[in-house]
């Protein structure tokens, strides 16, 4: 297990990483404007969720492999692009559908949830930022270092669920006020659309 400084020094960078702007953040926000708190909670726990399959393949090294071939690489950057391009072209094509109405049922959180957990997996920078990053807070002579990543792992998932949990509910309270004006709901659902298309962009730019 790793000892009580690792775990407190790994706690204060992995926090200032989720806070730093990224898309899973973003994301939270943008789905927590449109959609209201409950929903960009709901999107948030699935990003949370999908660092499980990176914490995973990490720790299992299939990371390493991807990095190793850079076609199978590429091929998942595009499938994690294609997503979040789907997921833009819905947003504007909405007509101001984001935007909770009166009386209208949220969508379901399964569904949330599973949209941003596809979101997260489909990256594979995230699997490999947790190849590199886990291992620099593991030491052999503390006993399994698969244990000890996988501990890191559900260090980092817990304060990214907290996190993303404060901003959905800080976006969503912005989220009520601007919905008070029928008017904004298709910008609220513009606003969705280019900024998952703009993620797609740099997903594939290699930025991100």
């Known amino acids: 297990m790793p000892s009580l400084d690792t775990l407190l020094?790994?706690?204060g960078i992995s926090v200032l990483i989720t806070l730093a702007p990224g898309p899973d953040n973003l994301m939270v926000i943008g789905q927590s404007l449109a959609r209201g708190a409950r929903a960009g909670l709901a999107f948030g726990l699935g990003c949370a969720s999908g660092c499980l399959t990176h914490i995973a393949w990490a720790t299992l090294?299939?990371?390493?492999?991807v990095r190793a071939s850079p076609g199978l690489f590429f091929a998942f950057k595009l499938a994690g692009a294609a997503w979040l391009l789907w997921l833009g072209i819905q947003a504007l094509r909405s007509g101001g559908t984001l935007t909770?109405?009166?009386g209208t049922?949220?969508?379901p959180w399964p569904r949330e949830i599973a949209r941003g957990f596809v979101a997260n997996a489909l990256n594979p920078k995230v699997g490999l930022f947790f190849l590199a990053f886990l291992p620099q807070f593991t030491d052999p002579a503390r006993g399994s270092l698969t244990l000890q990543m996988l501990v890191l792992g559900l260090v980092f998932i817990a304060q990214t669920v907290v996190i993303?949990?404060?901003m959905a509910f800080a976006a969503g309270s912005i989220g009520r006020l601007l919905a008070r004006n029928p008017r904004l709901g298709p910008w609220l659902d513009r606003l969705c659309g280019v900024l998952f298309i703009g993620l797609a962009?740099?997903?594939?730019?290699?930025?991100?």
């Open 201 to 208: 962009a740099r997903l594939v730019s290699g930025e991100i």
């Open 105 to 107: 049922p949220p969508r």
């Open 61 to 65: 090294g299939i990371a390493a492999l």
């Open 100 to 102: 909770p109405a009166a």
């Open 9 to 11: 020094a790994f706690l």
């Open 164 to 166: 993303f949990s404060t």
